[in-house]
């Protein structure tokens, strides 16, 4: 597959491209079997609600040992960790030929996936989850450059009563002043300034099999789920080849995987 010329345009003018019915519904219902054996086993590497909310910037930038805190009384996942060597099947989906010439296009380089970050299976759970303020990824991870996308993909439908994500268009190429920001980096919704620009936000529907790719820089949130069934999404980050992991940050510390060239 590749974007026309106005897909990518629009790409580079919104920060993020939603494409419909990308990924077969049997390959969304296979991950999901997998993913959720893994979230009954609460298999670590984990990322629960706790330590989401309670770990400082310092430690999401530095830490390499990113478990959950196993002495938690009510462990809440939010997300499993490390997913490429799960199993095939993850490995298989973020190696997926079909979207890499998008992203040779989107990047304007060739494909490395970084499984230092938002290497995950996403969950919300019902009630349980807390919605995610606005942020954009790149807070923590620490690179040469800017040149990193997400790749989003709805396991199921996604929605506004089950924690949809949304976006704000553009916002990847907007300049921010550091008080725009609260102390672990979420972008603040108290002052006049950034309340025109949560505004402009826009919430991503997504069907099964839709997938998102959006920009490493793009303000992003997404809901509480309300209704009574586990939300699962799969999200995984790439980057250009020339972009570099900083030596000594986290981002350094996961392999790296340099994937074909596709014509
Ligand atoms: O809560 C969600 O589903 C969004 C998570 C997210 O944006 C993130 O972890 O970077």
Redesign the pocket.
């Known amino acids: 597959m590749r974007l026309s010329d106005e897909q990518l345009q629009q790409f580079r003018q919104d920060g993020f491209i939603h494409i419909k019915q990308f990924a077969p519904t049997e390959q969304c219902d296979a991950i999901l079997d997998v993913a959720k054996a893994h979230l009954k086993g609460k298999i670590e590497p984990l990322e629960t609600e706790i330590g989401y909310q309670e770990r400082s910037k310092e430690y999401r930038t530095h830490v390499k040992d990113y478990t959950s805190m196993s002495e938690e009384p009510c462990v809440i996942v939010r997300?499993l960790r490390q997913v490429y060597n799960r199993d095939i099947l993850f490995k298989e989906w973020m190696e997926d030929a079909e979207i890499r010439p998008v992203l040779q296009q989107i990047l304007g380089d060739s494909v490395v996936i970084t499984t230092g970050h938002?290497n995950s299976i996403?969950t919300?759970m019902p009630h349980l989850?807390q919605?995610?303020s606005w942020?954009q990824?790149r807070r923590y991870w620490r690179y040469s450059d800017d040149n990193l996308v997400s790749v989003w993909l709805a396991l199921d439908n996604e929605h506004s009563d089950n924690?949809v994500?949304e976006f704000i268009p553009g916002s990847h190429t907007m300049q921010f002043t550091p008080e725009q920001f609260d102390d672990k980096e979420y972008f603040r919704e108290d002052t006049d300034q950034n309340k025109l620009i949560i505004a402009q936000k826009v919430s991503m529907n997504l069907e099964k099999g839709d997938i998102v790719i959006f920009h490493a820089l793009l303000l992003?949130?997404?809901n509480k789920n309300s209704t009574d069934k586990v939300k699962i999404?799969f999200v995984y980050t790439v980057k250009g080849a020339a972009t570099k992991a900083l030596e000594g940050s986290r981002s350094a510390e996961y392999p790296e995987i340099t994937l074909a060239i596709i014509p």
């Open positions: 997300r938002h996403m919300k989850s919605a995610t942020h990824d924690g994500l992003h949130r997404a999404s």
